[in-house]
């Protein structure tokens, strides 16, 4: 995939909901000792991470984190983690007001050169694309931070997903074996083949039933995914994950339960590691 910086990005990305995307990277960035970017305007993993504070998270006074260091051309702070929780970069409830159409202070539609339109954010350099100043913005603050970053995304493609996975050492694909995932990963993979440096299949709360073998089996079959795509360890369903009200590497010594579970998300954080650095 690549030769890797001394710190990697790794940004989660998915074109549809439920398959656990937001969970999986609260989690992945505390396995990574990262700092935790939270791009989804509705805050999964803010909501993950903060619990029942994270209204006062999300709607915290002042402009969203993200969109402020863009502006300024500051590197972000981080709330800071403890107790088993990454540092966080939060969502905002601002990120859901920049698409709606109404140019604001934050960010504005306009034409590009090219006729296309695009969403427009003012930084030190002047207005530029979301997407590019999120790509250069994600890699700046990581080697300001020196650490890992885990970026987590909204569902579907847009100037925040974009950027960050134009930013990103790896781009890591949750997906649900069923007939809805699978043949959607085969369109991103052909899609983003060119645009990302490397990629990392995770399949995602995984049952045990036939059907998730099936789609397991074709995925493993040769030829299906491809590089700069490899096929990463698989994360069992649990009511452990679901019922959790923070996130699983908080707390004292976990018990057998939550240790099965923690070493899955450890093996997809060794290969993670192992793709950004190959």
Not at 59 to 71: H, M, T
Not at 74 to 80: D, E, G, W
Not at 112 to 129: D, F, K, N
Request: aromatic share 6%; hydrophobic share 45%.
């Amino acid at each position: 995939c690549g030769t890797v910086r001394t710190v990697a990005v790794f940004t989660m990305v998915q074109w549809k909901g439920g398959v656990g995307k937001s969970t999986l990277a609260v989690h992945l960035a505390a396995a990574l000792d990262a700092v935790l970017v939270d791009l989804e305007p509705w805050g999964g993993a803010t909501t993950w991470w903060a619990g029942p504070h994270a209204a006062s998270v999300w709607q915290a006074r002042g402009p969203a984190p993200v969109l402020q260091a863009l502006r300024t051309g500051r590197t972000p702070r981080p709330r800071s983690g403890g107790a088993g929780r990454p540092p966080l970069v939060p969502s905002h409830e601002q990120l859901l007001t920049i698409f709606d159409g109404a140019p604001t202070e934050a960010a504005a539609w306009a034409w590009t050169p090219e006729g296309q339109p695009a969403l427009m954010v003012p930084t030190p350099a002047g207005p530029r694309r979301l997407s590019d100043a999120i790509r250069d913005g994600l890699r700046q603050w990581a080697a300001a931070w020196d650490c890992h970053v885990v970026v987590d995304t909204p569902g579907g493609h847009g100037p925040l997903a974009d950027g960050a996975a134009a930013a990103a050492d790896v781009v890591i694909l949750p997906i649900t074996l069923d007939q809805w995932s699978v043949p959607a990963l085969w369109k991103f993979m052909a899609t983003y083949a060119a645009r990302v440096r490397c990629g990392l299949v995770v399949p995602n709360r995984v049952r045990d039933r036939v059907s998730d073998g099936q789609w397991a089996e074709l995925l493993t079959s040769e030829g299906v995914i491809r590089p700069p795509f490899r096929l990463g360890p698989a994360v069992q369903e649990g009511e452990l994950l679901h019922s959790a009200s923070r996130p699983l590497t908080s707390g004292g010594t976990p018990g057998a339960s939550r240790a099965a579970v923690l070493d899955q998300i450890a093996a997809v954080a060794a290969a993670a590691a192992a793709a950004a650095a190959s």
